[in-house]
């Protein structure tokens, strides 16, 4: 079969040289889009990661696909319905890196309560005093893991060996697993109210749409935390900067933003009319990474080496067995 995979690094190009020997791939650094689906019209399976948006229009010029193979876990980024119309088979990465992601979450939560990026800005500027650096102790803290999936549990089982007190919310509840990890389900109200750093670990969806709005925001402790590295669209990115404003907040620790592929295209944005209309998008991301309370990475909480080697794996395998006629981690376009 013909293979194209897009967003893909030269390690990751020998890897799957060597997993599918009896395939013709083609390698590229950049997302798939319109501009450049041409050349590879011809392809049957199409590889991205979360930067491609397949939607109807690219799909259009890829008139022999079967299968789209994400190398994600979200899949936010194809069009299921128009897919579903095409008989074009998804597949995604459902497990490759929960404890990556926890690890991620944990660095985002102790750089907040010990200060350390404005540690890090104040020795840059040649300034070693303590002052404005103090921190504070997450044992005895709540933490409230809003989505207990893969990540969530691993999240939790980090913050019990901090000595932290958990509650949680999801719509499905494992008492069981509650039981042995020492954790307790409670409303999303409740885990809001109650909680001193919130974190989210919750897919992205219709039900999930700024599921943390202004309203749900003022339920949050005065001073508490909001840690997000599962989709920025599940934070109302205007109401965060006004709990920050207004010192609702304490801070924010955000692998993910609302509309960060704005901030990632900035230059290109900035030089095309046609795309003023997004500028506002954009000015409120500055002024939410602009603040002194929040820390950014660029949706780097996947990003180890394991995970992406995990990614690869899954991926290969995804795609041998849906050339052999027994496809598997099949996205189900209905949910």
Known sequence: MKIAFFEIESWERRYLRKQLQAHELRFYLEPVSLDNAEKVRDIQILSTFIDSHVDQLLLERLPELKMVATRSTGFDHIDLNECKRRSIVISNVPSYGENTVAEHTFGLILSLSRN??????????????????????????????????RIGLHVIKIAKGFGMNVL????????????????AYVSLEELLSQSHIVTLHVPYNEHTHHLINRDRIRLMKKGAFLINTARGTIVDTEALVEALDSKN????????????????????????????????????????????????????????????????????????AFASGNPRNVVDVNQ
């Open 249 to 320: 907040i304490g801070g924010a620790g955000l692998d993910v933003l609302e509309g960060e592929e704005l901030v990632r295209e900035e230059k290109a944005i900035l030089g095309d009319p046609n795309k003023l209309e997004v500028l506002s998008g954009l000015g409120i991301n500055h002024i939410l990474l602009s603040k002194p309370n929040v820390i950014y990475t660029p949706h780097i909480a996947f990003y180890s080496k394991e995970a992406l080697e995990r990614i690869l794996g899954t991926t290969a395998q995804n795609i041998v």
């Open 168 to 183: 949680a919310y999801d719509a499905r509840q494992n008492e069981l697993l509650a039981e042995v990890l020492g954790f």
């Open 116 to 149: 350390l990026c404005n540690a890090c800005v104040k020795r840059l500027t040649g300034d070693f005093s303590m002052r404005g650096l103090t921190g504070f102790d997450l044992k005895g803290k709540t933490l409230g893991v809003v989505g207990t999936g």
